[in-house]
């Protein structure tokens, strides 16, 4: 695919596609933003109704797909000792996986940077807890806001405290290899706002990560690929959006409704 035919297939404004550069359209350099519970996401309406789902089971496994510096790991844990305390260990520990070294050796350490905003909504999800799960700090590191340039930014404030930091495991790299080693079953697929960058992939990931999930999964992602990827998939492997919770598709198959909308290939009907 040429960048001509990727720029027609972007389900996306034309006024808005003239603003992508060429190498941001295909995947050459990506944007490692993100933030601490992000809106297009009903957190705790999804987590009660998982907990609930979950209550019998010993073991559910957490992936956060192209987790950029961690946020969205560390909120889901957050979230999770918010509501369970001790009785959140099964859900332990959440795997965090994206391909650039910088953002997941900070994430190892634990330095965040920690916005304003990210303050508040971290004191909102958690009961005011910002204090019991990071603290400050004066070192400053060096982070990626744009992936795959050397346009590095020095960041500084926060570290993460032990008893967050333990609960996440970062892992280096592509999501199109680490799929496969996911288990088979009782899995939460955080894979958002990365979709666009896995469009020479896609439809092979797709279908790997709906191979992974049985009717115990979900899969979640986010506004971003929504917006950016093309919605003319008739094919969806065996996974439907759900009609209860924003951005979550499962394969019960109850959710189907006609504007499914999925980011696959069409395939051809074989009749
Ligand atoms: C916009 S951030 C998304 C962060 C977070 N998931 C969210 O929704 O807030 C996109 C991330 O995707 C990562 N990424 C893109 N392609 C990837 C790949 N093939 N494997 C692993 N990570 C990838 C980038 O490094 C970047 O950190």
Redesign the pocket.
């Known amino acids: 695919m040429n960048i001509d035919t990727r720029y027609n297939s972007l389900n996306f404004k034309t006024s808005y596609k003239k603003v992508l550069t060429p190498n941001f359209v295909l995947g050459e350099t ?5 933030y601490f519970f ?1 809106k297009d996401f009903q957190w705790n309406k999804f987590f009660n109704y998982i907990i609930d789902k979950f209550k019998s089971t010993p073991k559910v496994n957490i992936f ?1 797909l ?3 510096d961690g ?2 790991a560390y909120s889901i844990a957050m979230l999770l000792l918010s509501k369970l305390g001790n009785n959140a260990q099964k859900f332990f520990p959440i795997t965090a ?4 070294k910088d ?1 997941t050796q900070n994430a190892k350490n634990g330095f965040m940077d920690l916005s304003a905003e990210d303050e508040v909504r971290i004191n909102k999800y958690t009961g005011n807890k910002l204090n019991k799960f990071f603290s400050k700090t004066d070192k400053t590191f060096l982070s990626d806001k744009m ?1 795959g340039t050397n346009k590095q930014v020095l960041l500084t404030r926060f570290r993460t405290k032990p008893i967050l930091r333990d609960k996440v495991l970062f892992v280096t790299e ?3 290899t680490y799929i496969d080693k996911l288990p088979n079953n009782n899995n939460l697929i ?1 894979c ?3 979709w666009p ?2 469009w020479k992939t896609s439809e092979k990931f797709a279908r790997k990560v709906s191979d992974k999930m049985d009717m115990s999964s979900y899969l979640i992602t ?1 506004n971003y690929d929504t917006l950016m990827c093309p919605i003319n998939g008739t094919a969806s492997y065996g996974l439907s959006l759900s009609k209860e919770f924003q951005n979550v598709y499962d394969k019960s198959g109850n959710n189907y409704f006609d504007d499914m909308r999925l980011f696959f290939s069409e395939i051809k009907d074989d009749i």
């Open positions: 990506y944007e490692c933003s993100t992000v956060s192209a987790c950029s946020s969205e996986v994206d391909f650039d953002i992936g592509d999501i199109n955080f958002r706002n990365c960058y896995l986010g």
